[in-house]
């Protein structure tokens, strides 16, 4: 072999490892092809995952609004402050300062103007001073522009403009505070819905959040901008309630009456519902929450909780009040069931007589039991009622005329009934939580579960189907669906929704319900168990119910009433439900009908209703004292014998000077009398109001009038139909000293009502 010959060995692995090399070069190459091509957007998007960073833009939460466009949800401006690691770092570095000196003087100045724990603040702020790569943490969310803008002052003072900053954010505030509370719900602090309209319509209301993309070097700083990206955020839709404001504040007002009055210790709830719409003008739970603070129990719950036996901070303390904030959030008008009792009875008459088994001549005798299939049932009134006419039997709130009837309609048409009412279906209003009913499955139904189904016992439903199935007897025979939303618009007013009104079948005739109508109202103006919901001017048909709870200590009961308006032209609907009154009476027609009456009184002028009063109302009715101050003797005489109220001049001159009572206060023309002064001289005497507490109203009134002062009475004015009103309360007190003249406001009720079981 020559020196300069290359050996065939050689050559062959020169060759190998030219392939090899060609073979990786060739990989290589399909490899790039393949990332610039089929796998380019995968490959960019890691890059772009690398070197940018992306903010969210969030999209701003609609509006909630009332039927008449007031405000009731809507969003502020607060502010996260957020600190940034790095430049907390890199300013003790450029100011020669050691390590952390920087962070602690940051702590305590938060932490002050905060009002936050030091060592709290401090904590935060140093343990993210040790990950300078993260480009930002928050500090605190929902700041208000006055306690930012002391931040701003302090960052300005210390030149922590790289260090410190004030995010302006968007956050849920309630306009009314806690009016519609369980029917708005309220949102979490990312702007989820958690609760009512809020939960529902969650999607509706969030809108779609935008983005604004940033490229940043290895070293975390902004790149120019043409690596910048902007995508717009679409706010969410505006939402107009079925809520109107003023109604929903009457109902919540009367709630929280009788909340107190009665003692409930498993709070009320009421509805008031257009009968013809199904629309829900009014929702409410009482006691209720602060829609902008409802993560603190309100003074029921937090009085519980104080007096529970649990240590604070424990465990079981922490369990307790968890359970009393979700109690205290839940809408007890759609959550929960309950026994009707006798406001059912409604349609148990409405079915028999549409079914044509009985008639208004026939009459039935009551002798305070009725035997079904063996077992005797007693009526409330262990003595029995005699001999009632069908509506003497519903006015007077009879168990054995249910029951009869009950036996005439039948298992399988009852049953029939109850469904076509909505009784075994949810009413599908746009609420989160509604509950189902609880009735018996119709293979087991017997003439048992009938006889006493007939009377309302036995069976729980909800507040809303009642009020649902109620209004169907009020309108004409029609079951509407409920609903709280009427419309959805955006942010230039375009309609993206709209709910009408939907009817979902026709249960019974027109004619029976006018029928239904005039007897409920008629018990109410004359001697039946709803007298309490009596409102001068206007029908109401109305009927009570009282329950006991099964299983539980038999004092344990709910009081309700359901009452619509006016009965001869039906327009809303009213329903009141007392669970487990404590004070005093615990029936229906003590603890629920007043209140259902107090809220009639004051929607239906606002609704346009106009009064109708009759000969016997005009009499009854209170006046307005007038303004006599500066009058002649002689006018003021003469203008006081026409309105029929009795005056009284003291003193020799010709001009009144003073008067009690003072102008514009109410009360009843009776006999009492209106003091006239003509001279300042004239020293007023005064009197010791007397104890009129349980009297009857003849009998207040004559205590009153004797003791020189003038009576005005509230509540209950049909006192003089029937018998048993008394006065519940009186102001002034018994015992107070009031000047001659002045007006004692005394409430009328009946009590001891046992007719509504």
């Not at 369980?182 to 009512?196: E, K, M, P, Q």
């Not at 309100?298 to 009393?324: D, H, I, M, P, V």
């Not at 006046?623 to 020799?652: H, M, Q």
């Amino acid at each position: 072999m020559t020196p300069n010959s290359i050996s065939t060995g050689a050559i062959r692995r020169s060759t190998v490892m030219g392939l090899l090399v060609a073979l990786m070069l060739l990989v290589m190459l399909v490899r790039i092809l393949l990332i610039q091509t089929v796998d380019f957007d995968r490959y960019q998007s890691k890059v772009l995952d690398q070197l940018t960073t992306e903010s969210v833009i969030k999209a701003d939460r609609g509006n909630i609004y009332d039927s008449n466009g007031v405000l009731l949800a809507t969003n502020i401006t607060t502010y996260r402050i957020f600190i940034s690691p790095k430049g907390i770092v890199s300013f003790d570095k450029t100011n020669g300062l050691e390590s952390g000196t920087t962070a602690q003087h940051i702590a305590q100045g938060l932490s002050d103007i905060l009002g936050e724990d030091y060592g709290v603040t401090y904590d935060a702020v140093m343990a993210h001073t040790e990950h300078t790569r993260v480009l930002d943490r928050t500090i605190a969310r929902n700041v208000d522009e006055q306690t930012t803008e002391k931040i701003r002052i302090f960052i300005d003072e210390n030149k922590y403009n790289d260090q410190i900053y004030a995010e302006a954010t968007s956050t849920r505030y309630y306009p009314q505070g806690t009016l519609a509370a369980h029917v708005l719900g309220f949102t979490s602090s990312d702007g989820t819905g958690l609760y009512g309209i809020e939960l529902e319509y969650d999607e509706q209301l969030s809108g779609t959040s935008g983005k604004y993309i940033t490229a940043r070097d290895s070293s975390g700083n902004e790149m120019p901008y043409e690596y910048e990206s902007y995508i717009p955020a679409q706010n969410g839709y505006h939402i107009t309630s079925t809520i109107n404001s003023y109604v929903q504040s009457v109902l919540e007002k009367q709630l929280e009456a009788t909340l107190i009055e009665s003692g409930a210790n498993n709070r009320v709830c009421g509805i008031v519902m257009d009968v013809n719409t199904g629309a829900i003008l009014a929702m409410a739970t009482a006691p209720s929450f602060d829609l902008n603070d409802p993560w603190t129990l309100n003074e029921y719950s937090l009085n519980e909780l104080n007096t529970s036996a649990f240590e604070e901070g424990s465990e079981e303390y922490s369990a307790l009040k968890r359970e009393l904030l979700l109690e205290t959030w839940s809408n007890k008008a759609i959550t929960e069931i309950y026994m009707p009792g006798s406001t059912f009875k409604i349609l148990t008459v409405s079915m028999a007589l549409e079914e044509k088994l009985v008639n208004f001549t026939e009459h039935f005798f009551c002798s305070g039991a009725f035997s079904v299939a063996g077992r005797t049932i007693h009526c409330h009134k262990v003595i029995g009622h005699g001999s009632l006419t069908l509506a003497g039997g519903l006015q007077q709130s009879c168990n054995p005329v249910m029951m009869t009837l009950g036996a005439r309609i039948g298992t399988d048409k009852f049953y029939n009934y109850v469904k076509q009412f909505g009784y075994l279906e949810k009413t599908g209003i746009d609420l989160p939580g509604e509950s189902g009913s609880i009735f018996y499955p119709k293979s087991s139904f017997s003439e048992i579960d009938l006889a006493v189904s007939s009377f309302g016992q036995n069976f729980k439903i909800s507040a809303i189907q009642h009020i649902t199935a109620i209004s169907a007897v009020a309108n004409g025979g029609y079951l509407v669906e409920p609903h709280v939303v009427s419309k959805i618009t955006d942010d230039d007013g375009k309609i993206i929704y709209q709910h009408g009104t939907k009817t979902k079948r026709q249960v019974i005739s027109e004619e029976i319900c006018q029928a239904v109508s005039e007897i409920l109202e008629e018990g109410v103006s004359g001697d039946g168990g709803a007298k309490n919901a009596y409102v001068p001017g206007y029908r109401v048909a109305a009927k009570t119910g009282t329950s006991e709870k099964i299983g539980d200590n038999k004092e344990l009961r709910i009081g309700s009433c359901v009452a619509y308006a006016p009965a001869d032209d039906p327009q809303v609907a009213v329903i009141i439900i007392v669970d487990e009154p404590s004070i005093g009476s615990l029936y229906g027609s003590s603890v629920a009908a007043p209140y259902v009456g107090n809220v009639m009184a004051e929607i239906l002028p606002y609704l346009g209703v106009e009064a109708v009063y009759t000969d016997e109302e005009l009499e009854q009715m209170a006046v307005d004292v007038p303004n006599f101050c500066y009058w002649s003797t002689a006018l003021a005489k003469t203008y006081a014998e026409n309105l029929d109220i009795n005056v009284e001049i003291r003193g020799d001159g010709n001009y009144i000077l003073k008067q009690s009572p003072v102008a514009g206060t109410s009360m009843e023309q009776s006999d009492g009398k209106i003091i006239l002064y003509t001279t300042n001289e004239e020293v007023e005497k005064t009197y010791t109001v007397p104890n009129v507490v349980g009297r009857t109203a003849a009998a207040a009134n004559s205590m009153i009038i004797n003791s020189g002062f003038n009576i005005k009475i509230e509540g209950t004015r049909n006192y003089l139909s029937g018998a048993g009103a008394v006065v519940v309360s009186q102001t002034p007190a018994a015992g107070e000293v009031a000047a001659e003249g002045s007006v004692v406001t005394v409430t009328f009720r009946y009590v001891n009502e046992a007719d509504d079981y």
